[in-house]
Structures are given as C-alpha cells and as structure tokens.
C-alpha cells in the first residue's frame, strides 16, 4: 500500500470547526472522499459543517466501532491502496478515548502512511489546564460502573498517583458524571488534588482545580455534560 491515513480530530461539541481547527486542516479534509468514522451521521454532518466542495453523496463513509471485528480491518484499509483517506472522530482525538487504534497499527503493518492532524484532544486540554504534574500521567479510560469496584479503583490510582508522583485522568459517560464525582469524594483523601474540566473548548467551558477537602465543602453538581476527571495525590 502506498496510501496516507490522516487522523481528523473533531469539535469536542456544537460550534464552528473552524473555532477548533487550523485552516490548513480542514482544506486536508476537503481534499478528501474516503472516511473512516464511528458513527457516518455524525461524520456527515461535520463533513457538510467544513464546507465539503462536492456533494455528500459522493463521499464514501465506512464504520468503525466497537463492534467491527478485527478481520473487518483490511476491507476499511483497502481505498488507501488507491487515495489518501480520514479517520474521523466522533468528538476529539482520533483513537484517544476513541476506536481506531487497531485500525493504524494495521495502517503502520501496511505501509500506510499514518498522519495525525491538528485539533482538540479533551484529555491533553484538561491536563494543560489543571495545573497538575504534566510531566507524569497516565489515562485510564472509564472506571468501574459497579458502585465497590469504583471506589475501589479509585483508592488504587490514589496510591499509585502518590507513589509515583503521576497526574491520573480518566473520563465518565457523562448521565454517570455526578455519581463518578460523589465516589472520589468519599474515596479520596482530604489533600488530594481533582480537577473537574467540563465541556472543553466550549462557551460554557469550566476547568476547577481544588483539593478534596475543598470540593467536599462546595456542593458542586456537573450534570450530563462532557467531562475530564484528574487527580493528583499529595506526597
């Protein structure tokens, strides 16, 4: 194969992509006809946002989610012997909290040229806002959804972030953010430090950096909003 894989980040919510995207970005993505996204609708719509210079019906949109098997892989792959194609995400960061990354390390295995383009990532934009250590952290993805495995999940990445002196982030689905938030609270202790960075990038963007003790005292409700968890244990 002698194609290229660009990896398209998207708007982490509403608003132009251009508020989000360099103009040499999103001409790259205009130049494009072949995507690779987990949800078709969405990339549409963002496709038709960006100011695509031919029609929607022209642009071919093949699925990858959770749900694509491995042996779906090459068929996606296959356009980049002919043309250069996107991975799109559905919000962000191509395969950062995002599927995709099966996909380009068959692109590398391939000889696909893999080009990641500029544009927003929640986690990395949560951790330059924090002010928590940045030269040592660690994403986790999602935490246990049962209510012990949680807390005690979340006692295990505490310890680990005061042994190591290592920032921990991970994410929620956001219906869960507020039960996700009340389980730090009990679990963590009084000086450790959390940052809550909701809807990133965003008109109503808040990013909050407090000791537990703190936050305990504030009462705070985050709602089903898109949101980065981060803490980071005291010595």
């Given at each position: 194969m002698s194609g290229v894989?660009?990896?398209?980040?998207?708007?982490?919510?509403?608003?132009?992509?251009?508020?989000?995207?360099?103009?040499?970005?999103?001409?790259?993505?205009?130049?494009?006809?072949?995507?690779?996204?987990?949800?078709?609708?969405?990339?549409?719509?963002f496709l038709k946002e960006i100011g695509l210079p031919c029609p929607l019906a022209e642009v071919r949109i093949?699925?990858?989610?959770?749900?694509?098997?491995?042996?779906?892989?090459?068929d996606l792959l296959a356009p980049l012997e002919r043309e250069a194609g996107g991975l799109l995400s559905e919000a962000g960061a191509p395969a950062v909290a995002d599927p995709g990354a099966a996909l380009i390390r068959l692109a590398h295995a391939r000889g696909v040229r893999v080009a990641p383009l500029v544009g927003p990532s929640a986690v990395l934009l949560a951790l330059m806002a924090s002010g928590l250590e940045g030269q040592r952290f660690a994403f986790h993805g999602s935490l246990p959804v049962d209510e012990r495995a949680l807390g005690h999940r979340v006692r295990?990445?505490?310890?680990?972030?005061?042994?190591?002196?290592?920032?921990?982030?991970?994410?929620?689905?956001?219906?869960?953010?507020?039960?996700?938030?009340?389980?730090?609270?009990?679990?963590?202790?009084?000086?450790?430090?959390?940052?809550?960075?909701?809807?990133?990038?965003?008109a109503t963007e808040s990013v909050r950096t407090r000791d537990v003790a703190a936050w305990r005292g504030a009462a705070v409700q985050i709602g089903k909003r898109p949101t980065v968890f981060l803490l980071l244990a005291s010595a």
């Open positions: 894989l660009y990896l398209i980040p998207t708007p982490l919510g509403p608003g132009a992509p251009g508020d989000v995207l360099p103009a040499a970005v999103q001409a790259r993505v205009r130049s494009l006809r072949y995507f690779i996204a987990e949800r078709p609708r969405s990339a549409r719509a093949a699925t990858l989610d959770e749900q694509t098997p491995p042996e779906g892989l090459p295990e990445l505490e310890s680990e972030s005061r042994r190591l002196r290592q920032t921990q982030v991970f994410i929620e689905t956001p219906y869960r953010n507020d039960r996700l938030l009340r389980a730090l609270l009990r679990a963590c202790k009084p000086a450790t430090l959390l940052c809550v960075a909701t809807e990133l990038t965003l």
